[in-house]
């Protein structure tokens, strides 16, 4: 297996450059990293030359929350659908071609904007766009199915590879999530395996908490201790974390905006026992596998998505809280279900291990003192004390499952994603002949 080792490589002929590039979960950001292996064999280093990160335009964030809403109302749609035998299929060919003119449109605006990003990331190095192997991307995606055929669901990407491969002549790493769902796994954690990879070179072991869309957390085994240990890492997907706070901080503005900076507005409400009680009792009755594991665009149960919530409250007329109390008591319920959730797990933990908190929840003022008072007396540690920019770090580890599909290295830890098997994780387009030459020779190191 590769080793992460904290140190900046010079341009050489015996490093191999890879390129991640990660569009976030609710395409805002667009982050990018060029790494660099020592080899293709076991043991070999990983190493980080650059990693940047870039907001990207309203328009394709509004156009990918347009196109997840189409989606989700038409699988609502679709029992209706079926149970009317008269009902024609015009109308849903209608919403898949709506669906379909919204996909490309995103697909071609985040190519022309992954180009620019890569001409970025290369302009701040030494290393020459000739020699990189390889190009890996990774996004969001959504999930879809058809109304009319018993075939599971589809996920189909946000970015295009095979464009990218066309518009910079590189080889492009796609669908790392759709191959892993290929062999009955979920499509989650795809990063467990590069997260051990960057982050388990310690005595210590690890335990990475991200509060972003949803609150996750991974349990990082020491490598040094164990050169084996990733088949212990461990994983959890607790609640949503900031597409609750930002859905209720719309509300209580008005839809004036979507993100409390610093948690300025959610420390302004209290905290609502009644509410808090309200919300897991209605996680409770709905069940964590309320859908089946391989999901849609809502990963694991439908209690993880932010409108369940909101859904629960506007469906029981008898409780009216305040917008600012609601923000605030979302807060605590994100830190104490995160903190309970790890308590409930700590027999599978080895004692003594770090936590380290990354995220853009965690600018949260009121999130983060919450956590820090459910965690004391452990101290929070940042991806920074590691090497790594914290709004940059997925692409690091989109590039290390780059460098791991073309170096043959199964990628998969079926223990957590319920694959059937160990496999390859990705899907390449090749760019020029002469880039394409690379990429063998590389495989052939």
Same mark, same amino acid.
């Given at each position: 297996?590769?080793?992460?080792?904290?140190?900046?490589?010079?341009?050489?002929?015996?490093?191999?450059?890879?390129?991640?590039?990660?569009?976030?979960?609710?395409?805002?950001?667009?982050?990018?990293?060029?790494?660099?292996?020592?080899?293709?064999?076991?043991?070999?280093?990983?190493?980080?030359?650059?990693?940047?990160?870039?907001?990207?335009?309203?328009?394709?964030?509004?156009?990918?929350?347009?196109?997840?809403?189409?989606?989700?109302?038409?699988?609502?749609?679709?029992?209706?659908?079926?149970?009317?035998?008269?009902?024609?299929?015009?109308?849903?060919?209608?919403?898949?071609?709506?669906?379909?003119?919204?996909?490309?449109?995103?697909?071609?605006?985040?190519?022309?904007?992954?180009?620019?990003?890569?001409?970025?990331?290369?302009?701040?190095?030494?290393?020459?766009?000739?020699?990189?192997?390889?190009?890996?991307?990774?996004?969001?995606?959504?999930?879809?199915?058809?109304?009319?055929?018993?075939?599971?669901?589809?996920?189909?990407?946000?970015?295009?590879?095979? +464009? %990218?491969? @066309?518009? &910079?002549?590189?080889?492009?790493?796609?669908?790392? !999530? $759709?191959?892993?769902? =290929?062999?009955? #796994?979920?499509?989650?954690?795809?990063?467990?395996?590069?997260?051990?990879?960057?982050?388990?070179?310690?005595?210590?072991?690890?335990?990475?908490?991200?509060?972003?869309?949803?609150?996750?957390?991974?349990?990082?085994?020491?490598?040094?201790?164990?050169?084996?240990?990733?088949?212990?890492?461990?994983?959890?997907?607790?609640?949503?974390?900031?597409?609750?706070?930002? +859905? %209720?901080? @719309?509300? &209580?503005?008005?839809?004036?905006?979507?993100?409390? !900076? $610093?948690?300025?507005? =959610?420390?302004? #409400?209290?905290?609502?026992?009644?509410?808090?009680?309200?919300?897991?009792?209605?996680?409770?009755?709905?069940?964590?596998?309320?859908?089946?594991?391989?999901?849609?665009?809502?990963?694991?149960?439908?209690?993880?998505?932010?409108?369940?919530?909101?859904?629960?409250?506007?469906?029981?007329?008898?409780?009216?809280?305040?917008?600012?109390?609601?923000?605030?008591?979302?807060?605590?319920?994100?830190?104490?279900?995160?903190?309970?959730?790890?308590?409930?797990?700590?027999?599978?933990?080895?004692?003594?291990?770090?936590?380290?908190?990354?995220?853009?929840?965690?600018?949260?003022?009121?999130?983060?003192?919450?956590?820090?008072?459910?965690?004391?007396?452990?101290?929070?540690?940042?991806?920074?004390?590691?090497?790594?920019?914290?709004?940059?770090?997925?692409?690091?580890?989109?590039?290390?499952?780059?460098?791991?599909?073309?170096?043959?290295?199964?990628?998969?830890?079926?223990?957590?994603?319920?694959?059937?098997?160990?496999?390859?994780?990705?899907?390449?387009?090749?760019?020029?002949?002469?880039?394409?030459?690379?990429?063998?020779?590389?495989?052939?190191?």
């Amino acid at each position: 297996m590769f080793f992460f080792k904290n140190k900046t490589p010079s341009s050489s002929p015996s490093v191999h450059w890879f390129v991640g590039v990660h569009i976030s979960s609710n395409a805002r950001k667009l982050e990018t990293a060029l790494v660099g292996l020592e080899a293709a064999r076991p043991g070999a280093g990983v190493l980080l030359q650059k990693s940047m990160s870039f907001d990207l335009p309203e328009e394709i964030f509004t156009a990918f929350e347009e196109l997840r809403a189409q989606l989700d109302a038409e699988r609502e749609e679709a029992p209706t659908r079926n149970a009317s035998a008269n009902d024609a299929s015009p109308s849903s060919g209608s919403d898949a071609a709506s669906d379909l003119t919204q996909l490309f449109q995103i697909r071609v605006m985040l190519t022309s904007l992954q180009v620019e990003a890569l001409e970025a990331l290369l302009a701040e190095t030494d290393v020459r766009k000739e020699e990189i192997v390889a190009v890996a991307i990774n996004d969001p995606g959504v999930w879809t199915r058809s109304a009319d055929w018993d075939a599971p669901p589809t996920r189909c990407g946000l970015a295009d590879g095979a +464009a %990218l491969a @066309e518009k &910079t002549g590189l080889n492009v790493v796609d669908a790392f !999530v $759709g191959k892993d769902w =290929s062999t009955e #796994g979920r499509g989650l954690p795809v990063f467990a395996l590069p997260y051990w990879i960057l982050l388990g070179g310690s005595e210590r072991d690890r335990l990475l908490i991200d509060l972003g869309e949803t609150a996750r957390w991974t349990y990082i085994p020491s490598s040094t201790v164990d050169k084996k240990s990733w088949s212990r890492v461990a994983f959890q997907e607790v609640v949503p974390c900031g597409s609750l706070l930002n +859905a %209720l901080t @719309e509300a &209580t503005t008005k839809g004036q905006t979507r993100l409390d !900076v $610093g948690g300025r507005l =959610s420390v302004q #409400g209290s905290r609502n026992a009644e509410l808090l009680d309200f919300w897991r009792e209605a996680r409770r009755a709905r069940g964590k596998d309320a859908l089946p594991p391989r999901y849609f665009s809502s990963p694991l149960s439908s209690t993880l998505d932010a409108p369940f919530y909101l859904e629960a409250l506007q469906k029981d007329e008898s409780r009216r809280f305040n917008a600012l109390d609601a923000l605030c008591t979302a807060v605590h319920y994100v830190a104490e279900s995160i903190a309970e959730n790890v308590e409930a797990n700590a027999a599978r933990f080895n004692e003594p291990f770090d936590v380290v908190l990354t995220g853009a929840a965690k600018q949260n003022g009121l999130l983060f003192n919450r956590l820090s008072a459910l965690f004391a007396p452990r101290q929070f540690h940042s991806l920074d004390e590691y090497g790594f920019l914290e709004d940059s770090f997925d692409a690091v580890a989109v590039a290390t499952l780059g460098a791991l599909f073309a170096a043959g290295v199964p990628a998969s830890l079926p223990q957590l994603t319920g694959a059937a098997r160990e496999s390859l994780l990705g899907r390449v387009s090749p760019g020029t002949p002469e880039n394409w030459k690379r990429f063998w020779q590389f495989r052939l190191v």
